[in-house]
């Protein structure tokens, strides 16, 4: 395991600085910030700060909308997602920590929208890696990490958040997961 | 009967639910934790995951139900599963069909699990031993013998309340004899560490080999309430007693009845908990049923989390060959 040698409060502040211009020019005003468990949590906790959202911060668990349950099982200890309701026509921001195949993403999209409609939904990712499996990409990153396909980007924090890439034991297995 | 069908696959993960003996510790948690997971689906506004979708489950109800098979049903709603509803009054095996045609005759039309329940003991192994290797099994109860989800609802609901079951002083009490929710209780209390497990009962209503699953046996209410944790009420099930097991109902509410004075005996902080349905005035004292140490209805409340557990589990481990392309 390698850390990788970045300055996360500085990309912190290059997203929130991002992210404000973004919000202005879509002019979005009625904005809900929502992060996915458990590095897009920690992640979207700094930037609801930083970025002063009165909106309470929504929280999400996609563990029960994964594709790949049939193949995994579910994992038990599943966090319970939570909205801030209602989220019809909201501007949501969704986060998270790594973005990757981009099937995270999808089930937490599935998941919002069965809460409701909302008016736009911006994602937002420290990390963006290659390996999409799905037309999927974030509107705000923070780095972009070039890394071999069977390498793993994984964030360890709440405190101090810290970027590691993990050589994985089996190359191409259990992929899906970012 | 046991021994012909696994309910584990070969990776030990759970295929089938049709008892809980022979199942170890790391299972029944992983049971419960998993229903804690679920249990903030059926809080939230959006009472639905997709889990389950596009899978079909069969409620094969040849006993009448109205608790379990209701919470059975919301449990595979739930989770997105198409559910079909099968009670016997509406069904062949009126009209003469064996078990194995409704069996085969339900794999026809493509379904992926059965609940099951039965008058017969064994009618659940019966359906995991004939059914085809992507089908799972769960017993909803069958005769004497199990219960195993009635068990596992309480179980959770014990740890919900009480913070644990490890260390606790269980007492069960009534007709034991006839209960397979007490024997599936008894096997899950001593896999997840209850100190003492006790039964209250009168003589003719305890089977003659309870001692050999490891309880201690009481005949006098309050000694066998003395000190417990948690109470267990059970119904006095008169429909399947032969013969004169009992003097009379009232005075079996004398002797055994779970009363605020009986209660005296118990932990000042003991639960009272009933599987339903309840016979108030015969095994309970109205006021305790609806009293503060009463949690009877979360008992219910908690049968579709554990429900939803147990039915995703046992659906998520399909080798990969089953998995969608």
């Known amino acids: 395991m390698t850390t990788v040698d970045v300055d996360i409060e500085k990309l912190l502040g290059n997203i929130a600085a991002g992210l404000k211009t973004l919000l202005q020019t879509r002019k979005a005003d009625a904005v809900t910030m929502i992060g996915i468990h458990t590095g897009g949590v920690w992640i979207a906790r700094r930037l609801h700060q930083q970025l002063q959202l009165n909106e309470p911060l929504g929280e999400l668990d996609i563990s029960f909308y994964r594709d790949d349950f049939t193949r995994a099982g579910i994992n038990p200890q599943v966090k319970p997602s939570r909205l801030p309701s209602p989220i019809d026509d909201r501007h949501i921001i969704l986060v998270d920590d790594v973005l990757y195949t981009g099937r995270t993403i999808r089930a937490a999209l599935n998941e919002i929208f069965d809460y409701g409609r909302p008016a736009a939904v911006t994602l937002v990712a420290l990390v963006e890696r290659g390996g999409r499996e799905l037309p999927i990409q974030a509107d705000v990153f923070g780095i972009h990490l070039d890394v071999a396909p069977d390498q793993q980007v994984k964030l360890l924090g709440p405190d101090p958040l810290r970027l590691t890439i993990t050589e994985s034991r089996v190359a191409h297995a259990g992929r899906g997961g970012t | ?325």
């Open chain 2, 1 to 325: 009967m046991n021994q012909a069908v696994s309910q584990l696959d070969s990776d030990g993960r759970l295929r089938h639910f049709l008892t809980i003996e022979g199942l170890k510790r790391d299972i029944l948690e992983d049971i419960l934790d998993t229903a804690e997971s679920l249990s903030s689906v059926t809080e939230q506004s959006v009472k639905k995951v997709p889990l389950l979708r596009g899978k079909t489950i069969v409620n094969l109800f040849f006993e009448p139900s109205t608790r379990t098979r209701t919470t059975f049903e919301l449990a595979a709603k739930r989770l997105s599963a198409d559910v079909l509803n099968i009670n016997v009054s509406t069904s062949a095996a009126a009209k003469g069909e064996t078990l194995l045609d409704t069996l085969k005759n339900l794999e026809a039309m493509h379904c992926d699990m059965f609940v099951v329940r039965h008058e017969r003991s064994g009618t659940a192994h019966f359906f995991a031993r004939h059914a085809q290797p992507h089908i799972s099994v769960i017993n909803a109860g069958d005769g004497r013998h199990a219960h195993p989800t009635q068990a596992m609802l309480d179980m959770f609901t014990i740890r919900r309340v009480k913070g644990r079951i490890n260390g606790l002083r269980v007492a069960i009490v009534g007709d034991i004899l006839h209960s397979r929710v007490a024997r599936s209780q008894i096997h899950a209390l001593a896999v997840l560490g209850a100190s003492e497990i006790r039964v209250v009962a009168p003589k003719t209503l305890i089977p003659a080999a309870a001692h050999t699953l490891g309880v201690h046996v009481f005949h006098d209410l309050r000694q066998g309430l003395r000190d417990v944790d948690v109470v267990i009420a059970l119904r006095l099930q008169s429909e399947r007693m032969q013969g004169a097991m009992l003097p009379s109902e009232r005075e079996y509410f004398h002797l055994y009845g779970v009363t605020e004075k009986a209660l005296e005996a118990a932990h000042p902080d003991a639960i009272v908990m009933h599987p339903g349905p309840v016979n108030r005035g015969v095994e309970i004292q109205s006021s305790v049923a609806d009293g503060p140490r009463s949690v009877i209805l979360q008992q219910v409340t908690h049968g579709i989390a554990v429900r939803m557990a147990v039915m995703s589990l046992a659906m998520g481990h399909r080798p990969p060959a089953e998995a969608p392309k």
